[in-house]
């Protein structure tokens, strides 16, 4: 038997003097980038304190919190590739503002997080990856997006039959309509440009799962068991 | 039992007392473990420090798992990281496949790269691929043994592939559905499936016999109208009993399609070669507008500047398609002047080597060559030339001018440049660069202070910056730059700023594929050692080197774990070697003055004749496993039977710049007319390379010469008959700074030769000799070459028997040589005979001018031969007329054209030469036999005054020099 085995049956067996326990590992790696089990137990807690849901840890929102971080990982890899700048730290003090504005005061809000598990540090750091993202998308996809004219025609058309049968009424021109709908598109082009994109990083990166159960929400990709298995 | 995530909570902020590694081996030393990881004993647990912790470890690619667990302890947690290594791929082969496939093919079908991280999935996947890939060049029944070792110390897997290929299945037939247009034994002659027509059967199935077959039907469809014609293999149908294959096609011909061409003429031929839509098979609208910008390029091209072209497609009702092409040609021009204007700092040629627009020439191009994208191209090429020597404003501009000077027809292009200042880098300074390197590169950066400024510049100086960092073990070297203008007018200041990043070292050499190969043979072409900085150029240099011993058919070089971030790295060389035998087998035939038999004094110069030859050789690479090579090559043929028996031992010590040979050569010969010699010979040389262009050669030899049938004065015969001796050595020195030593277009090539015959060498006569060979070549302009060579030799013998032995003397003119003469018939002649009998003493000269003929691959040469082989080196002379009919001490010249067609071994080479002083000598007709009645009065052998031809044709393989 080897070394390994060896002690990974010791531990098992919780032989010892004082017993040892397994405190973190590697979940899921994107490239060479790491997925730990302590990183989604954190993705999963931050997201139910956010939304403000009762904290349920189950192979279901295990295997959304791995989805989301591997994403995270894909993004800060190209960001760090690309030379994109990242935030400050300080841009995240105005949106912890607002999430600390939903609770009557201070500690209210440290009680809340604490119910949860996580610090400000953590709930901090989430924030500011919000920012991350919309930042990779300002740089990465927004740029190269353009909106033809026909196209804004088009969706204007459309929105005046809506309007029509709703009976809305005066029914606003296509010039005041415009920048609107432009956004509208910009935003629904952008979406389908980091579907894209983050579907051929995640095949590009060799997504793998040392956990085979997290490996569901990624068809193509393998859970590969390294063999620690404590 | 809790989550991880839930039990790190437990230990946060406690206390570490100790970390430790399970198992204890690691791939990385634990200081350099403790130095990645920001975990300190003494300092508080922090989950985020594990995660950065278990991150950086996997990022070193040494691990393919890694887990934390801690343990409580009295004063606080230990903390233990259980690792699993990580493997790669240390080496893949595939034996026991007849080619093809080649072994290269099955090693890209595995998809194993070298150094790549191993996963235990992907050799059942590669046996999968190789077996799709054997399949496919008709091993059907083929077997594959995957042979897995692991080397846990250097973490590689290596892994043989066995294969048991069995027979390759041969084609037997063709299933054909659809209407072909053709009979089924058409279209089986077309593929080239059977042997000679089926005489000899039917040929193995391989895949690239198999898709040249498909092809070959193809091809037949676009030639009879039918470009729209699909052959599709639907499947190949094995039949194991027998082992052959049907190949099951399906044929949809298409409707006829009917090109025509209106307004010009162009060859059916043209036209295909010409029309995208008969290679692509397929007619849609961007391939027809292809087509007629193609047209209207061609017309171009043949003078007509202005021609255009447009197409229109109709399908009549009887199913046809028809594609007319409609070209209009305009007047065909003429460039009567291409003319450069405003240009200061760069003289007209240096632009004009830039353009491809250009004014008519004789032969060549005797309209010009002109069309509008290539104008602007061109501009675009000269603004560049200026922007990258700092002309950063530089104007360039056109003006066409037809109807030049009231020539119809004729066009006059002007180029106008304004060229504006040049900028200049003021200062260059550097960020992140240590004193010792900023000294290195200073030598190798362009944009140094006084240097001009341009963009270009800043590009090359990064590369260069870039590739010197990476070569000395900083592989995320980044480069950035700034520039601010000087306070000087004109100036700038620049600033490098380099980024090294982590230095990485070799940890060691692993070779793999080493059978019969001694390993330090191996090792000593490596020039990289474990503690080196990790350079890529030194492991390419280092591949190239074990390349360049000839033993090994693939040497292919890689790091291990290429991605992974761990401060060393093993650097890994997987090597197949050579088969032990190669044989090579040549058939030809000379032609020249060659004929006139071995005793017929009929013909002192020869008469046209031609030799079959044969030649026949082979060679044991690798002897001893030891890199040497040991070689025999013979040649047979109606005037000379060789064999040539040589030991090469290249790179002699583990030297690169040292090779060592032995030889021992054989030679009956007949190719100087004079005589049949049989030359027994052995040598020993060490040649040194001293630089790139400079070599050194010590070389010893000893040859016995025996002489016969020596068409000779008959009282000469007894001594120079006589068997000789020689033994001497020698020393040659070569530098050689050509740009291509097949066709040279600039450079020089030097040679000297000094040789030392003595008593203490084992020679029976004493002689100094020396032979030199200097050759320059000049390109006038882009292509036009003038090239000259001299050659100059003497021997002066100091002892030993008189006569000097013919065998040692200098024979010359001929192909290579002065080609007012036929092979070896330069120099003295017997002054009975008329028979060339060489000379001590050689001065040749030859001035060439090449130039391009008709279009890239036909040129011409003019060239003047001058010189000859002399008596002696103070009788060396340059005059022109001969002074006797026994004094061949003078100068021939031969004044000639020739033609060159280029081809991928060199030019072949005609030439033909005129001589208005060729030498005039006596000769006497009859046989060796009837010499001694040569001029007797009352004899029926008659003495006749007689002439070298003076014209000569030489043709040949490769310039002249």
Redesign the interface.
Known sequence: MTTWGATCLLLAAGLGTLSAEIIDRIAATAGNQVITESQIDQEIRITAFLNREKLAISADTRKQAASRLIEQALVKREMDLSHYPLPQAGEASAALAGVKANYPNEADFAAALESYGVTEADLTRRLLWQFTLLRFIDYRFRPGIQIPDADVQTYYRQQVSGWEQQGVKPIPSLEDSRDQIEEILTQKRIDQALDQWMSEARTQAAVTYRDATLADRDAGNTGRDAGINK | ?????????S?EGKLIVSVKF???RQPLTFDQLLAMIPLRVGQPLR?SD??DS??RL??T?EY??????????SGGVAL?F?T?PAFFIGYVAVDGVPEPPNEGQLLVASKLVLGAAY?PDQTAAAVSRIVDLLKRNGFYSAGIEPATATREATQQVQIDFHADAKQRAKFDGLMVSGNTLRPEESLINSSGWKRFRGWLGWQPMTETRLQSGLDNIRSWYPKHDHLLARVTLVKLDFHPAVNTVTPVLKIDTGPPVLVRLRGAKLSSGQLRSLLPIYEERSIDRDLLEEGSRDLASYFQTQGYFDATSDYRAASPPNGEQLIDYYVNTGVRHKIAKVEVQGNHYFDDATIRERMSVMAATFIRYRRGRYSRPELDRDLDAIRDLYRSNGFRDVVVTSRVLDDYNGATAHIAIFIDITEGPQWFVSKLAFEGVSDDFRAALLLILHSTAGQPYSDLNIANDRDSILDYYFNSGYPQAKFEFMSMPAAEANQMNLTFIVTPGPRVYVRDILVAGLRRTRPDVVRDRISLDPGDPLSQGQINQSQRRLYDLGIFTRVDAAIQNP???EPDKYVLYSLEEAGRYSMNVGVGAEIGSIGGGTTSLDSPAGVTGVSPRFSFGISRLNVFGLGHTISLQTLVSTLEQRALLTYVAPQFLGNPKLSWQVSGLFDFSHDIRTFTSLREEGSVQLAQKLSRANTLQYRYTFRDVTLSNLLISPYLVPLLSQPVHVGFFSMSFIRDTRDDPIDSHRGMYTSIDLALASNVFGSQTGFARVVARNSTYYSLTKNLVLARTTDFGMIEQYSGPSPFPLAERFFGGGTFSNRAFPDFQAGPRDPITGFPVGGNALLMNTIELRFPLIGDNLGGVLFNDMGNVYSAVNKISLQFRQPNLQDFDYAVQGFGFGLRYRTPVGPVRVDFSLSPNSPRFYGCEGSINQLIYCDVAGSNVPRTNQRINVFQFHFSLGQAF
Do not use: H
């Open positions: 039992m809790a989550s991880p995530a839930a039990a790190a909570n230990y399970d198992p204890e989950g594990l995660r278990i991150q996997y990022q690619g393919a798992d890694i887990a934390v667990d801690a343990t409580l302890e233990k259980l699993k996963v991605d992974g971030d």
